[in-house]
């Protein structure tokens, strides 16, 4: 049986074939209706929130001095790099009139690091984090009507980061390849938590602002359903559970998000915790988004995963989602043994939708000669 965090993946119709042919941006995943300022206002009947709320709802100042840490925390930079400082000037010019892909292409991962590059390159701490590079967050469920988010980068867990008792828990949570989920982003990334844009131009960066606002509230949405489900929602309230980069060839913002919970009720607010220029005071703070990123990943990501496993871990058993199939119903003789034993459990049988021809009450046979 699915759990209501999953949805049988839709397969597009020949129409919408049609469509994605036409508008490249919505085939690559990125909705048309982003560009526009209106499409703030179609955030915010999301529950999604671009400004700010009443200085008592804004992120918890437990959570300004974890950015704050991250940013003060000394971290190696990379050598020989275009942000050395013969090459830093030259590299800059040259691509300040150039399209994205130049961009990421020249200076991304010097803004935003790969956590996969990293742990190849020894921090193996990271090897259970995941990256995805201009990929469909095609397992996800969107908050706002349209494609599903796409960023130019983004960051989550491996299933590695969890036990197997772990995994066969949010199992049913999860649900199987032909399923979309509120608590992964692919097949292979759980729990996004970083989410990054490139644009070129001010304008274009507000743009990237809400494509990252979108995705990092789905992001940080992962977290909240899960703690929905064993009722530990409030203890999100205010706490920074995704970060986002939007930047071009110069500028970089860097914002936490984080849930406001009223009961029932979810909305999603962003903090900005640095807008800085790499090329102000010759390049004085070229590197301090990189030094953020990977605090993200050694300092907010234990305690994140962390969080995550201590709700996964009070999740009911796999059993709990289990319809047996016609030819494992109990007769009314051995109701007393089954009732004895454990249900095996596979994914795909959790996932299972219950049927009427799957299933059937037990009839017990009437006592007397005719029963004979």
């Known amino acids: 049986m699915s759990h209501w965090l999953t949805r049988k993946r839709s397969t597009p119709s020949l129409s919408n074939k049609q469509s994605e042919t036409i508008n490249g941006s919505f085939r690559e995943g990125k909705s048309p209706a982003v560009t526009s300022r209106h499409y703030e206002q179609l955030l915010a009947s999301a529950g999604i929130y671009m400004g700010q709320p009443e200085p008592h709802l804004r992120l918890t100042d437990a959570g300004k001095v974890l950015c704050q840490?991250?940013?003060?925390?000394?971290?190696?930079?990379?050598?020989?790099?275009?942000?050395?400082?013969?090459?830093?000037?030259?590299?800059?010019?040259?691509i300040a009139n150039r399209n994205e892909a130049r961009v990421i292409q020249d200076i991304g991962r010097l803004i935003v690091p790969s956590p996969e590059e990293l742990a190849r390159r020894g921090a193996t701490h990271l090897k259970n984090l995941i990256e995805n590079v201009n990929e469909r967050w095609i397992k996800s469920i969107p908050l706002v009507n349209g494609p599903c988010p796409q960023p130019d980068f983004s960051a989550g867990l491996k299933s590695t980061a969890f036990t197997r008792d772990q995994l066969q828990k949010?199992?049913?949570?999860?649900?199987?390849?032909?399923?979309?989920?509120?608590?992964?982003?692919?097949?292979?990334?759980?729990?996004?938590?970083?989410t990054s844009e490139v644009k070129c131009g001010n304008e274009a960066l507000r743009i990237a602002d809400r494509q990252n606002a979108h995705s990092?509230?789905?992001?940080?949405?992962?977290?909240?359903?899960?703690?929905?489900?064993?009722?530990?929602q409030d203890e999100l309230h205010r706490e920074v559970l995704a970060f986002s980069v939007s930047h071009d060839h110069d500028i970089v913002k860097i914002y936490g998000h984080y849930p406001l919970i009223n009961g029932k009720d979810t909305s999603f607010y962003r903090y900005l915790i640095r807008h800085l220029s790499i090329t102000y005071q010759d390049?004085?703070?070229?590197?301090?988004?990189?030094k953020f990123t990977r605090n993200v990943y050694s300092t907010f990501?234990?305690?994140?995963?962390?969080?995550?496993?201590?709700?996964?871990?009070?999740?009911?058993?796999?059993?709990?989602?289990?319809?047996?199939?016609?030819?494992?119903?109990?007769?009314?003789e051995s109701v007393e043994n089954d009732n004895q034993s454990t249900p095996s459990y596979s994914q795909e049988s959790a996932v299972r939708?219950?049927?009427?021809?799957?299933?059937?009450?037990?009839?017990?046979?009437?006592?007397?000669?005719?029963?004979?």
């Open 301 to 332: 990501v234990p305690l994140h995963l962390k969080r995550i496993q201590a709700a996964v871990d009070q999740l009911p058993g796999p059993e709990a989602f289990l319809v047996k199939p016609l030819s494992q119903q109990p007769n009314a």
């Open 283 to 290: 390049g004085k703070d070229k590197w301090t988004a990189y």
């Open 353 to 372: 939708l219950p049927s009427s021809k799957t299933t059937e009450p037990v009839v017990k046979k009437p006592k007397g000669k005719s029963a004979r």
């Open 69 to 94: 840490k991250m940013f003060n925390t000394e971290q190696p930079i990379p050598k020989d790099s275009l942000f050395e400082d013969d090459l830093f000037e030259s590299t800059c010019e040259d």
């Open 170 to 194: 949010l199992g049913p949570y999860v649900g199987g390849w032909q399923t979309t989920s509120r608590l992964a982003a692919t097949n292979e990334m759980y729990f996004p938590f970083l």
């Open 216 to 232: 990092a509230s789905v992001a940080a949405n992962a977290v909240v359903e899960l703690y929905k489900a064993v009722s530990r």
